[in-house]
Structures are given as structure tokens and as C-alpha cells.
């Protein structure tokens, strides 16, 4: 039996995630991400999504295509267990798999033909920009909906673990970048409450400062006092590299 397998992108995802750093680590868990997934020849044709349009939700199947395939690790640390318990990758979704394949659950906003592109608007994204599609199907609440099903570690959802504060300087940027990307401010306060901070510091209350980006925004942010403050948000240009992403200065 042929056990070799060569597959095509489909797509490519454009994200409002322009980094790993800050990204939910669950689909769905920032309701405001938003994303396109531009189809790609000869995968754009009309007839093959006839009937998307009824379904509110999809499986996006894609590769982690910013994790080098050859650094697989058996066993992982998943940020629900606080970063420091192992677990089998296979009891994970980390994307440091034998093969770097993840799946997202979405919500299909709307398909749109723009400037000959067939597009999929995209929102509760977890993916990052550029990401490369491998299929889509779906979601069916018949049988991809389980109530009574056991989620081992993590069977609840996150809850929230901090309050989100903005400087004068935050609260006015992101006010000015709502003219260019609306819901800027919701998306910021979205990913900010799941602390995306590495699970070591999330005990710690200072004024260590921390950067994420989020399209083309640089988000300089810290935590005091238990609540994380949004200090800055400032435009970068492209090709800039203003701060390395989630590293404390």
C-alpha cells in the first residue's frame, strides 16, 4: 500500500493575525477575529461552492505552516494545564505534530467574487496570516455537536482570567483604527481577556511590557494590579519589526 500523500492548498487564509503571539487557542474564543480565505485556482470555480451558503459554520482543514515539520514532540505542555504538565501530543492540539495539520471550526460570514478572487469572509479565527487551506467542509450540528461529551482537561471553556484597561494614547488609537478595520477595539479586548502571556508570568503583576501585533497594529500592553493595561497602539509599516512578539522589554 502507497503510503506516500502529496497535498495541494486550496487556499490561503488573510488574517488579522500577523503573528503567532496572541492568537486564541481555540477557534471561536474571539468572536471579533476576522479573517478572508482567498481560493485558489483551479479550486475557485462557482459550482463548487454551491450550498456553502447555507451552512453558518465551517471545518477549515490547514497546515501550522510556521511550525517546522520536523519538530515534532511527543509529549507536550498545553497552556490549560498552566505550561509546566506534559501530556501525549496526541491528547492535544498542539500544532508540533508528525504531520502539522490543525482544523478550525469558523463562522462563515459570507462568499463574495472580488476582482475575479473567489473569497470566504471568515470570523472566530484562530489562524494565522498566510496560512495555507487544505479543505474545507461543513460543520453539521447533528453530528459534530456531542452535549454530553467528555473534553478530558479541557472540558470547559476558558474563562477569563484578567480585565482589560486602555491608557488615553490606547483608547484613541484604537478609536482611530476602527475607521479601518470596525470592531478593532472588540477584537483587542478579545484577545487581551484570554492573557495571552506564557503560562510562567501569568502570576506575575507588574509593569513588564509586552507587544502583539494585530493586522497592521503594534499593541504595546502590560499587566498591574491584576488587570492587563493597553499602553499604545501604533501603525507599522510593512517589513517593520517594532518589538519581538510577546518577549517582556
Same mark, same amino acid.
Given at each position: 500500500?502507497?503510503?506516500?500523500f502529496?497535498?495541494?492548498p486550496i487556499?490561503?487564509?488573510?488574517?488579522?493575525?500577523?503573528?503567532?503571539?496572541?492568537?486564541?487557542?481555540?477557534?471561536g474564543?474571539?468572536?471579533?477575529?476576522?479573517?478572508?480565505?482567498?481560493?485558489?485556482?483551479?479550486?475557485?470555480?462557482?459550482?463548487?461552492?454551491?450550498?456553502?451558503s447555507?451552512?453558518?459554520?465551517?471545518?477549515?482543514v490547514?497546515?501550522?505552516?510556521?511550525?517546522?515539520?520536523?519538530?515534532?514532540?511527543?509529549?507536550? %505542555? +498545553?497552556?490549560? $494545564?498552566?505550561?509546566?504538565?506534559?501530556i501525549?501530543? #496526541?491528547?492535544? !492540539?498542539?500544532?508540533? *505534530?508528525?504531520n502539522?495539520?490543525g482544523?478550525s471550526?469558523?463562522t462563515?460570514k459570507?462568499?463574495?467574487?472580488?476582482?475575479?478572487?473567489?473569497?470566504?469572509?471568515?470570523?472566530?479565527?484562530?489562524?494565522?496570516?498566510?496560512?495555507p487551506?487544505?479543505?474545507?467542509?461543513?460543520?453539521?450540528p447533528y453530528?459534530?455537536?456531542i452535549p454530553?461529551?467528555n473534553?478530558?482537561?479541557?472540558?470547559?471553556p476558558?474563562?477569563?482570567?484578567?480585565?482589560?484597561?486602555?491608557?488615553?494614547?490606547?483608547?484613541?488609537?484604537?478609536?482611530?483604527?476602527?475607521?479601518?478595520?470596525?470592531?478593532?477595539?472588540?477584537?483587542?479586548?478579545?484577545?487581551?481577556?484570554?492573557d495571552? %502571556? +506564557?503560562?510562567? $508570568?501569568?502570576?506575575r503583576?507588574?509593569r513588564?511590557a #509586552?507587544?502583539? !501585533?494585530l493586522?497592521? *497594529?503594534?499593541?504595546?500592553?502590560?499587566v498591574?494590579?491584576?488587570?492587563i493595561?493597553?499602553?499604545?497602539?501604533?501603525?507599522?509599516?510593512?517589513?517593520?519589526?517594532?518589538?519581538?512578539?510577546g518577549?517582556?522589554?
Amino acid at each position: 500500500m502507497d503510503t506516500n500523500f502529496t497535498f495541494h492548498p486550496i487556499g490561503i487564509i488573510h488574517s488579522c493575525f500577523s503573528e503567532k503571539f496572541g492568537i486564541p487557542r481555540q477557534p471561536g474564543l474571539a468572536p471579533a477575529a476576522r479573517a478572508t480565505l482567498e481560493m485558489l485556482p483551479p479550486y475557485d470555480r462557482d459550482e463548487a461552492f454551491r450550498g456553502l451558503s447555507d451552512f453558518s459554520h465551517l471545518w477549515i482543514v490547514f497546515v501550522f505552516h510556521a511550525i517546522d515539520g520536523n519538530q515534532w514532540q511527543p509529549t507536550v %505542555r +498545553p497552556p490549560r $494545564l498552566g505550561g509546566n504538565t506534559r501530556i501525549g501530543v #496526541f491528547a492535544s !492540539r498542539s500544532g508540533f *505534530r508528525p504531520n502539522p495539520i490543525g482544523m478550525s471550526c469558523v463562522t462563515l460570514k459570507g462568499i463574495r467574487r472580488e476582482r475575479g478572487k473567489m473569497l470566504l469572509d471568515l470570523s472566530g479565527i484562530d489562524l494565522l496570516d498566510r496560512t495555507p487551506v487544505l479543505d474545507i467542509k461543513p460543520y453539521l450540528p447533528y453530528a459534530d455537536s456531542i452535549p454530553d461529551a467528555n473534553g478530558g482537561y479541557a472540558n470547559e471553556p476558558p474563562r477569563p482570567s484578567v480585565s482589560i484597561e486602555f491608557s488615553i494614547r490606547g483608547q484613541n488609537a484604537c478609536t482611530e483604527a476602527e475607521s479601518t478595520y470596525p470592531g478593532f477595539t472588540e477584537l483587542v479586548i478579545q484577545v487581551l481577556c484570554a492573557d495571552p %502571556r +506564557p503560562a510562567y $508570568l501569568e502570576n506575575r503583576s507588574d509593569r513588564t511590557a #509586552f507587544g502583539l !501585533r494585530l493586522y497592521d *497594529r503594534n499593541i504595546r500592553w502590560s499587566v498591574h494590579e491584576g488587570a492587563i493595561v493597553v499602553d499604545s497602539i501604533d501603525k507599522v509599516s510593512a517589513g517593520s519589526d517594532t518589538h519581538r512578539a510577546g518577549q517582556p522589554s
